[in-house]
């Protein structure tokens, strides 16, 4: 596929992200906000840790729930998001573990990245970073959402020695090791149609269309069907929700970040990381789709494949139930001498 193709394509990519996320908001305002079963997902772990200075200057905020003695789980959270997306995970398994909770740089409240760099290779440095500072002489299991999961594969290939005596396990939620091209949603790709030369170039296209679409009063309604993170049960609140972190996300995050992302290749990583993986998709996500969760599991050593029914790239949101008593199962299993989480075994829950 030529640059140019495939710069047109990544800009599909994010375009759908915002278009679905238009589409919750307007669908949101008809349902009436205050319905009390579509609360706000604002609560954020009670302890403000102290910040994770990174190797360039970035400050990193970090915050956590649950006993410091007890296990510790640390969470990396996706494209344009912030940490409030794993409300669902740390109000429930911080009864078992020590959950830490990280905003990527450039994202939530964390600081502007230095330099303006934004590579998923100084993310992963971040996560090591964080890992060293909140757990220095025990093992942790990393769980990754998205752009998260491929910060855990960037941290492989930053600090390999990590993996095994420190890091005991990670948990890969809608996650690539590269190609995210292949995840795209071909019908959005026909509005950015004109020619584009470069990943760069697409990003910062994409982020002039975020920012004109988010801010029209239109309604957009008949695009939910074709562009959509999500699967076909998910509340109206969850959508709203993504696209108002979306909104907030600095411009950088929409150019450089998401061009780095489109050129990401990160394969030859996948060897490095010698735990147990546990390898999580939604059977409807359209951004890292089923057939490539697959091909993650089988360039990953000691990989597991559960695939979440009625969910769309944000599993973790849409069917919090299911995706938390896999990650509890798959923690106490690393986190516990002489477990094993199974080699290759394919769930659907």
């Not at 600095?250 to 450089?256: A, G, L, M, R």
Request: glycine share 10%; charged share 20%; aromatic share 4%.
């Amino acid at each position: 596929m030529s640059r140019r193709r495939t710069a047109i394509v990544a800009s599909g990519v994010a375009a759908g992200v915002v278009a679905a996320g238009v589409v919750g908001r307007v669908l949101v305002r008809r349902r009436h906000v205050g319905d009390p079963d579509a609360a706000p997902l604002l609560d954020l772990p009670p302890e403000v840790l102290d910040p994770v200075v990174a190797f360039d200057g970035t400050v990193i905020t970090v915050r956590a729930a649950g006993d410091p003695a007890a296990p510790v789980l640390v969470f990396a959270h996706g494209f344009s998001l912030d940490m409030s997306v794993w409300h669902e995970q740390w109000v429930d398994l911080s009864d078992d573990f020590r959950c830490v909770l990280m905003d990527h740089r450039s994202h939530g409240t964390s600081g502007r990245a230095a330099h303006g760099d934004l590579s998923l290779r100084s993310m992963g440095r971040d996560l090591a970073g964080v890992i060293d500072v909140v757990a220095p002489d025990r093992p942790v299991v990393v769980i990754g959402h998205s752009m998260g999961a491929m910060a855990i594969l960037a941290m492989a290939e930053q600090r390999p020695e990590l993996f095994g005596p420190r890091v005991a396990g990670v948990a890969l939620i809608g996650g690539a090791s590269s190609d995210l091209l292949r995840g795209s949603i071909g019908s959005v790709t026909e509005l950015l149609r004109p020619r584009l030369g470069t990943f760069a170039t697409a990003a910062r296209r994409v982020d002039r269309l975020r920012r004109a679409v988010l801010a029209s009063p239109a309604d957009v309604s008949g695009l939910i069907t074709r562009v959509t993170q999500f699967g076909p049960e998910a509340p109206p609140h969850l959508v709203e929700h993504i696209v108002s972190l979306a909104e907030r996300a600095p411009t950088e995050v929409w150019t450089d970040g998401l061009a780095g992302l489109m050129e990401m290749d990160l394969r030859h990583a996948l060897p490095r990381v010698r735990v147990p993986a546990l390898v999580i998709v939604g059977e409807h996500d359209r951004v890292t789709p089923p057939a490539i969760a697959v091909e993650l599991v089988g360039g990953l050593p000691d990989a597991t494949l559960t695939v979440i029914r009625h969910a769309g790239h944000m599993a973790m949101l849409e069917r919090p139930v299911e995706v938390n008593h896999d990650l509890r199962v798959f923690a106490r299993l690393c986190l516990t001498p002489g477990g094993s989480s199974g080699n290759g075994k394919r769930r659907r829950r």
